[in-house]
Antibody, heavy 117, light 108 residues
């Protein structure tokens, strides 16, 4: 059974960098695509980016200049960094396995990140 | 990015069939996935590649596509189906996934 778990600070100050990690169990981050998605309070889902083949990445153009996704095969994790955060980055952040033609079939429970001083 | 249009809300009486639409240009050439999200929970994949149901999803859930519109149908609607539903495609031209804005399903 594949499981994903997000971890990281729940509070980040404006202008600083948001950092989250997704730990994968039951599968390898070397396989498939692994995505980050976020959901601002009361709003819809926004795809942030994905990593595949342990190092290739693709980002949402609206966030591309501030986002970095990386993978650590030794720990079976992948991570998200969003720089220069503002209140607009306040959201629930999800990691998920992306089968592309099979959809996002496994999701983490999500972690709430609040940007505030 | 690729634009997917969903109605903000759909209401249906228990036992009836709910139909949630997702419109997009040339959506017929793309695989459409559907997610159910209940308050405080992560989204759950309920349909992939237009009309395939993941293991554990009831047969009451079905998917279809016609023209520029994909549809998620839920027959014999129950109170437990009340949730937000999102469609999603993977845009091959940009290698980017896109989500629809979501549809709130209310069971009357």
């Amino acid at each position: 059974q594949v499981q994903l778990q997000e971890s990281g600070p729940g509070l980040v100050k404006p202008s600083e960098t948001l950092s989250l990690t997704c730990t994968v169990s039951g599968d390898s981050v070397s396989s498939y695509y692994w995505s980050w998605i976020r959901q601002p309070p009361g709003k819809g889902l926004e795809w942030i980016g994905y990593i595949y083949n342990s190092g290739f990445t693709k980002y949402n153009p609206s966030l591309k200049s501030r986002v970095t996704i990386s993978g650590d095969t030794s720990k079976n994790q992948f991570s998200l960094k969003v720089s220069s955060v503002t209140a607009a980055d306040t959201a629930v952040y999800y990691c998920a396995r992306d089968l592309i033609s099979g959809g996002l079939d496994v999701w983490g429970q999500g972690t709430t990140v609040t940007v505030s001083s | 990015s690729y634009v997917l249009t969903q109605p903000p809300s759909v209401s249906v009486a228990p036992g009836k069939t709910a139909r949630i639409t997702c419109g997009g240009n040339n959506i017929g050439s793309k695989g459409v996935h559907w997610y159910q999200q209940k308050p405080g929970q992560a989204p759950l994949l309920v349909m992939y590649y237009d009309s395939d149901r993941p293991s554990g999803i009831p047969e009451r859930f079905s998917g279809s596509k016609s023209g520029n519109t994909a549809t998620l149908s839920i027959s014999w609607v129950e109170a437990g189906d009340e949730a937000e539903y999102y469609c999603q495609v993977f845009d091959d031209s940009s290698d980017l996934p896109d989500f629809g804005g979501g549809t709130k399903l209310t069971v009357l």
